[in-house]
């Protein structure tokens, strides 16, 4: 596992993209898998920003990592309306390439098994972009998840909801459950970078680093990845 410590969140974002950058410059058709939240906002503003120096997205294949069971997306909290107002609208990638869950599947459990096969028809993933809970989850992902899991359905941790409360009006409007892509989905991909900002997640980060390969620290599996790259601030490594 490869940390890299700077200053402050845009310097992380900055890092993140030209990471992203890369990759796509690499593997114009690269499969990447990509996170939502807070945290990779300001990477997603800058791959905005390459692609309008020229920056080709169209031959890309999208996965995102989870989405809100019980919501559709035209719902402006869900992850298909985070993706399109982030980053989707405003680059020339194709949307039938791009994949996200179906929150509002009939059938959960068919859901995620459809949603795994799309992910190993298209290769697996190249690059998995992941941010961390204050409790250690990567994707939904809660503390106890058996690391061998491929996408489930996510029963949320009250810690969980109560950090993602503040995207809803209120606390009783955020769901309390969630497909995930799993933990073994996760380690499948051939690179994978996992950001964090802010003292809020020192706890969790130095967890994942540098206490043991535990699945009471989701995160943690990730140093059994050949390839992890840990971008973090200050902030969030003070503990490190």
Not at 119 to 147: C, K, R, S, V, Y
Not at 184 to 197: G, N
Request: with cysteine; aromatic share 8%; glycine share 8%.
């Amino acid at each position: 596992m490869k940390v890299v410590v700077v200053a402050n969140f845009d310097s992380m974002s900055a890092e993140v993209a030209k990471m992203v950058f890369g990759q796509i410059t690499r593997k114009p058709n690269s499969v990447l898998g990509l996170a939502t939240g807070s945290t990779p906002l300001g990477v997603y503003e800058l791959l905005v920003e390459y692609h309008a120096r020229g920056a080709d997205f169209s031959r890309l294949t999208t996965f995102n990592l989870d989405e809100y069971v019980g919501l559709g997306p035209d719902h402006p909290q869900s992850y298909h309306w985070y993706m399109n107002e982030n980053l989707f609208s405003k680059v020339n990638i194709n949307p039938e390439r791009t994949f996200i869950p179906d929150g509002l599947a009939p059938d959960l459990e068919a859901e995620c098994q459809r949603y795994e096969k799309l992910i190993q028809q298209a290769g697996g993933i190249d690059l998995q972009l992941l941010g961390i809970g204050t409790n250690g989850h990567i994707g939904f992902n809660e503390p106890g998840t058996e690391f061998g899991i491929e996408t489930h359905v996510v029963d949320l941790a009250e810690s969980t909801i109560r950090d993602n409360a503040r995207f809803f009006e209120s606390i009783d409007e955020v769901p309390t459950r969630a497909i995930s892509m799993g933990i073994k989905t996760i380690m499948q991909a051939k690179e994978v970078i996992l950001m964090a900002s802010g003292g809020s997640k020192a706890d969790a980060v130095y967890a994942a680093v540098r206490g043991p390969v535990t699945t009471a620290v989701p995160a943690s599996v990730l140093q059994l990845h050949p390839f992890a790259t840990v971008v973090v601030d200050q902030a969030a490594a003070s503990r490190l």
